[in-house]
């Protein structure tokens, strides 16, 4: 007999004769969590074994559950784009036009993502309303509260009636101050071309807020990266970097971008744990609160330098005093941190550098 965890849904060579689950949902860090359709496919698929048995069997009782509920999970696409390559394109000066075209045909789908100015890009002359993307055609040819006075004359309204008023990827970065009216890189544009995540969003709306002082910003993008993990009971939007996001993108929220103004993974309670964690010069810390694990750190801690070397590693030049200093404390804080992190591995000593030979010879007895 062998008694297992969920790690048994792993998909791992192990396979027995016969399989009991005993429930659909389990406690991980104190937090009830339910075993997923797929995980218990995989686990009820370790019965019989390969080469023993024809058949395995699933065993059951009242309260356990049936090979009926386990079921294969269907991919689909994440929704949120790899932006990042498209925005790196447009900051070297390539045409928007030019590099969506090439751009959709690396998303490797049989139905082609709108990226949402396929169908306006086809006029020449500039339309009555001025809009360059397919989605703001469509949303505005649809507001009843404030219409637009031109949209019932234009010519081109029954097509703009036909347009998707769905958000699409370009129509994004034009609401959020990514691009411009004219679709051209602003620059929030060009520094978001340097991040690989959302988080970019709440780095820019710290810098945006002329006040905010920069050595408490470097440690407070740590809640970008922090999710649920660190706030405990207080309010997973707190802090001066949530205000600052929320006043800059108006709570706005979009599919693996924003979620009411804010970037998707922040949280509070991170940027206690960096400061804390800088005061000890990175000294491993105990004796946190009961929901926080030294993983849980040292994840965040590794994220959040993540962020800081993206920001180091910047080569766009904006012509913006603020992004230039905390470029340059996010480069003094890497260099600070190599310095008072984990010591060097010990030298190797002469007799474990000797060539080990690995021949294998037979013994005479």
Avoid at 8 to 28: D, H
Avoid at 57 to 83: I, K, M
Avoid at 236 to 242: D, T
């Amino acid at each position: 007999m062998v008694v297992a965890t969920l790690g048994l849904s792993a998909g791992i060579n192990f396979s027995l004769r016969s399989v009991l689950v005993t429930a659909t949902s389990f406690t991980a860090g104190g937090f009830p969590r339910e075993v997923s359709p797929s995980d218990l496919l995989q686990m009820f698929g370790r019965a019989g074994r390969r080469g023993l048995d024809e058949q395995g069997y699933v065993l059951v009782s009242e309260r356990t559950p049936r090979l009926g509920q386990a079921r294969a999970g269907h991919l689909r696409r994440c929704a949120p784009l790899p932006w990042r390559p498209f925005l790196q394109e447009l900051a070297n000066g390539g045409r928007i036009e030019e590099v969506s075209a090439a751009f959709q045909k690396k998303l490797f789908t049989i139905e082609s993502i709108p990226l949402g100015i396929e169908s306006t890009q086809k006029f020449a002359e500039p339309l009555p309303c001025g809009l360059k993307t397919d989605a703001g055609r469509a949303r505005l040819v649809r507001r009843e509260k404030d219409p637009a006075p031109f949209c019932f004359t234009c010519v081109h309204r029954p097509e703009c009636l036909q347009l998707d008023p769905k958000p699409t990827l370009i129509w994004l970065w034009n609401r959020v101050g990514i691009l411009d009216k004219q679709l051209q890189l602003t620059r929030r544009g060009r520094i978001m071309a340097c991040f690989s995540g959302p988080e970019g969003l709440g780095v820019l709306a710290g810098l945006e807020d002329e006040k905010y002082p920069l050595p408490d910003l470097m440690e407070d993008i740590a809640n970008l990266v922090a999710g649920d993990r660190f706030c405990g009971t207080e309010p997973r939007w707190g802090g001066r970097l949530a205000q600052a996001c929320q006043k800059t993108f108006k709570r706005f929220t979009s599919d693996g971008f924003l979620v009411d103004g804010m970037p998707v993974n922040y949280g509070s309670g991170g940027a206690e744990i960096v400061r804390l964690l800088r005061t000890k010069k990175y000294v491993p810390m105990e004796g946190l609160q009961e929901h926080v694990h030294r993983g849980d750190v040292d994840r965040l801690l590794i994220e959040w330098k993540s962020l800081l070397r993206q920001v180091a590693g910047a080569d766009t030049n904006p012509a913006w005093p603020r992004w230039t200093e905390f470029q340059s404390l996010c480069r003094l804080e890497l260099t600070q941190y190599e310095r008072d992190s984990l010591p060097g591995l010990p030298v190797i000593p002469a007799e474990q550098q000797k060539p080990i030979s690995h021949r294998l010879s037979m013994a005479s007895y």
